[in-house]
């Protein structure tokens, strides 16, 4: 499996921006989907994000498109989450996922890893 440490959560005003990390280890990067998944109070946790680690290809949930990017740096088998424009219903633990598939997962039941999580919280 591949263990996975994300950074980066935290308390912003709604109307601003945060940026999430995920450092991926264990286990070699390709063939990896990598995802972000969200978990509010008393919420199922839902997909936020995800990208193909080899092409690349992105998909986002509708309720942040626009708003959110995905983004990985090879080199430091990083995986990255920017959020922008952050409103009070973005509050949640946030986590980083990974599995060894060939497209970008939706459902939690199809990742394997994920890391610890980390609070994202945004004020109004």
């Known amino acids: 499996q591949v263990q996975l440490v994300e950074s980066g959560g935290g308390l912003v005003q709604a109307g601003g921006s945060l940026g999430l990390s995920c450092a991926a280890s264990?286990?070699?990067?390709?063939?990896?989907?990598m995802g972000w998944f969200r978990q509010a109070p008393g919420k199922e946790r839902e997909f936020v994000a995800g990208?193909?680690?080899?092409?690349?290809?992105?998909v986002y949930a509708d309720s942040v498109k626009g708003r959110f990017t995905i983004s990985k740096e090879v080199a430091k088998n990083t995986l990255y989450l920017q959020m922008t424009s952050l409103k009070p219903e973005d509050t949640a633990v946030y986590y980083c996922?990974?599995?060894?598939?060939?497209?970008?997962?939706?459902?939690?039941?199809?990742?394997?890893?994920w890391g610890q999580g980390t609070l994202v919280t945004v004020s109004s």
């Open positions: 264990g286990w070699a990067v390709y063939n990896l989907v």
């Open positions: 990208i193909g680690w080899n092409d690349g290809r992105t």
């Open positions: 996922a990974a599995d060894r598939r060939i497209s970008v997962g939706l459902s939690e039941l199809e990742y394997a890893s």
